[in-house]
């Protein structure tokens, strides 16, 4: 090549850098806003002063859902999951509406570990440890005798176990999820129905109905293509999705277990199915929206602007009783109209952003636990970051190249695109849930809104750190490594 070719080159190259850089520099502009349309939805930012009058009004008024409950039934329940956020707080409302521990049994791969489920009458609840990847340990577990009080009585099965993994979205990482979210679904179902129960209401995800954002497409869009999503029941009449419209392998398993629940519906085995909207907080050992933030301290954001809806477990956990108790309307008489269908549910009121969640934190986290700090990224740089983890877990798979590629571990791994797409700006709504039995949904009426929901979760993680330990209060930088060495076992975000 000569001189002028080489020239030549040369300037191609760096026009193709300059031109690479300033759509970059756009996207990254685009991201850090927040568009009309979603500020219509949610006008509203939280202010200090309001914060800090929601969170003496709940220190002195605590949320109780005790006195939402549908009444109770005279029926056994079986909680797959149980140990989980939602799944224990099913227990605890059973518990709390009058349900003996006798008739509650909990089937999960480990014991509780919360300590509002190892103490009281929540410690007197049956186990029986299972994996529902196996056909023959669900089935064991489900037809474990049980006492003779309560043998004769129909059975519910409130199904909440699950793989919550978001970040993945190639078919080759499939398998990780399907195992349990759709095998194992098949188990559970199949128990079910082997074991009598006439009952059977599951926790799904609204992230079933997300549109994967295309963030590379047009440049000269002013947002990403599908930047931001209105969620509803809507898709749940439609055909199942390809693969590829589906924004991870999470979703896709999610809206498949979705039809086989809905399938299995009949007469004598009525089936349900509730999405919690885009985040489930109320848990401090295991949400990774509220307790994420807690447990760390100090954590890294690129979506301070996001605007989503959220809702407590406590919600969701009520929006299971209310669908059991929508199923049973009538009795045996007549299938309701809500049978065999997905409704999504949220908290009350509009939907925060997350900088909404993280101003909330620093004004209420009292300062004998880890001070809130959030590490804000730049949301283009970082999207770019995760194309290339994504690519190296991919390549780490592969024959060759998994022998000179190490696997990204931890919460490294967790940053990949599909990630994006569930911290985009998700309006979910409650209209299907909230519609009458005899209209088709399930009177769903959410107890708090988010600010009152998250001011009750930080009381509780402020009361039970009111005392820290002689080494004085766990820095980010430890809860972190301790949350990625148990990564396997911590749910992610994004709805459930």
């Known amino acids: ?3 002028t070719g080489k020239q030549t080159l040369y ?27 979603v ?48 799944g224990g707080q099913i227990v605890l409302h059973l518990l709390a509406r009058g349900q003996s521990p006798e008739s509650i049994r909990i089937v999960d791969f480990q014991k509780p570990t919360r300590p509002d489920m190892k103490t009281g009458p929540a410690a007197l609840v049956d186990f029986a440890q299972a994996d529902i990847t196996s056909p023959a340990a669900t089935s064991a577990a489900f037809n474990k005798p049980w006492p003779k009080s309560v043998a004769h009585l129909p059975l519910t099965v409130f ?26 679904v098949k188990n559970v179902l199949d128990a079910s129905k082997q074991a009598g129960a006439t009952v059977f209401v599951s926790t799904s995800s609204a992230s079933v ?81 509220v307790g994420y933030c807690l447990r760390l301290g100090t954590f890294p954001s690129w979506t301070r602007n996001i605007v989503q809806n959220f809702v407590h477990a406590g919600n969701v956990s009520l929006a299971h009783l209310l669908f059991e108790a929508a199923l049973l309307k009538d009795g045996e008489k007549t299938m309701p109209k809500c049978a065999g269908r997905a409704f999504t549910v949220t908290d009350a009121g509009p939907p925060p952003s997350f900088d909404d969640m993280y101003t909330l934190l620093r004004v209420t986290v009292t300062p004998n636990t880890a001070p809130i700090k959030v590490l804000y990224l730049q949301p283009a740089f970082t999207l770019v970051l995760a194309h290339i983890i994504e690519w190296l877990d991919l390549a780490s798979r592969m024959p060759v190249l998994g022998w000179i590629i190490p696997r990204p571990k931890g919460e490294l791994a967790r940053l990949q695109p599909a990630i994006f797409t569930a911290s985009t700006h998700m309006i979910a709504s409650n209209e299907g849930a909230g519609r009458s039995v005899d209209e088709g949904g399930i009177g769903y009426r959410p107890v708090n809104n988010t600010i009152e929901g998250m001011c009750q979760q930080v009381l509780e993680w402020n009361i039970e750190h009111e005392h820290s330990s002689k080494s004085g209060p766990q820095s980010g930088a430890e809860t972190l490594v301790k949350d990625i060495k148990n990564i396997g076992a911590i749910p992610t975000a994004a709805g459930a």
């Open 1 to 3: 090549m000569d001189a």
């Open 11 to 37: 300037v191609a190259i760096a026009t193709l850098l300059v031109i690479g850089v300033a759509w970059l520099w756009k996207l990254n502009s685009a991201l850090k806003q927040t568009p009309p349309e």
């Open 39 to 86: 500020l219509a939805a949610s006008p509203h930012r939280w202010t200090e002063q309001e914060i800090k009058h929601t969170y003496k009004h709940i220190e002195a008024n605590p949320i109780d859902w005790a006195k939402h409950l549908p009444p109770p039934l005279n029926r056994r329940y079986i909680v797959t999951g149980g140990c989980g956020g939602v």
């Open 159 to 184: 199904h909440t176990a699950a793989v919550i993994q978001v970040s993945e979205r190639s078919l080759k990482t499939y398998d990780n999820v399907k195992r349990v979210n759709v095998d194992g």
């Open 209 to 289: 109905a997300y549109i994967p954002v295309k963030y590379w497409g047009n440049p000269f869009r002013r947002w990403p293509e599908n930047y931001w999503q209105i969620l509803d029941d809507s898709d749940f009449d439609r055909p199942l999705r390809p693969h590829a419209q589906f924004f991870s392998n999470y979703g896709y398993a999610k809206a498949t277990a979705e039809r086989l629940i809905s399938e299995a519906n009949s007469s004598s085995f009525r089936t349900g199915l509730v999405r919690p909207a885009n985040g489930i907080y109320g848990s401090s050992y295991g949400d990774q929206i």
